[in-house]
């Protein structure tokens, strides 16, 4: 039997789940354990999200959701999950503002609570997101995706990805 043609995007998706998990895990530090490790989890997850997530997400607008659009026959059908995206970032940038007040000393409850909401809404937004990837339109690309096309796809997502992470 031979791999799907988009295996290879449900295989980096596979080695991203664990850093995924790692969000809901250093929420449910905060408050709880050491200021020091909180710390070096939200550095972790920060260091992620930044530098190997939103380099994914750019890939996934460049040369995926384009494709996908192509397949359904409605470049729009994609905007939904692109809206996530804008929302990873967002997120992102708070959690970049959270984590530099982290590194300047103590945690108070509020900076807490917001830490704990948004480690938390990461975690939720990507987790669904991935999944809606994988159980709509990475089917799709399976059943009407031809293996050069996802080729294609694919080298134009790891060019995208590349330049996203030089920026």
Do not use: C
Request: hydrophobic share 45%.
């Amino acid at each position: 039997m031979t791999a799907a043609p988009t295996q290879p995007l449900r295989d980096e998706h596979k080695e991203l789940l664990p850093h995924i998990e790692s969000l809901r895990v250093a929420a449910d530090a905060v408050g709880v354990a050491p200021t020091a490790v909180v710390r070096q989890r939200v550095d972790d997850a920060y260091d992620f999200l930044a530098h190997h997530l939103l380099p994914h997400a750019q890939a996934e607008e460049q040369a995926l959701y384009p494709v996908v659009g192509k397949v359904i026959g409605a470049s729009e059908a994609t905007r939904t999950m692109s809206r996530d995206h804008v929302e990873v970032g967002r997120l992102v940038e708070e959690l970049g503002a959270l984590r530099e007040r982290l590194a300047s000393g103590t945690m108070r409850e509020p900076e807490a609570q917001a830490l704990r909401r948004v480690l938390y809404g990461l975690y939720t937004l990507v987790s669904v997101h991935f999944a809606k990837e994988e159980e709509v339109y990475l089917p799709l690309l399976d059943a009407r995706l031809g293996a050069d096309e996802a080729r294609e796809m694919f080298a134009a997502m790891e060019a995208a990805a590349a330049e996203a992470k030089r920026r």
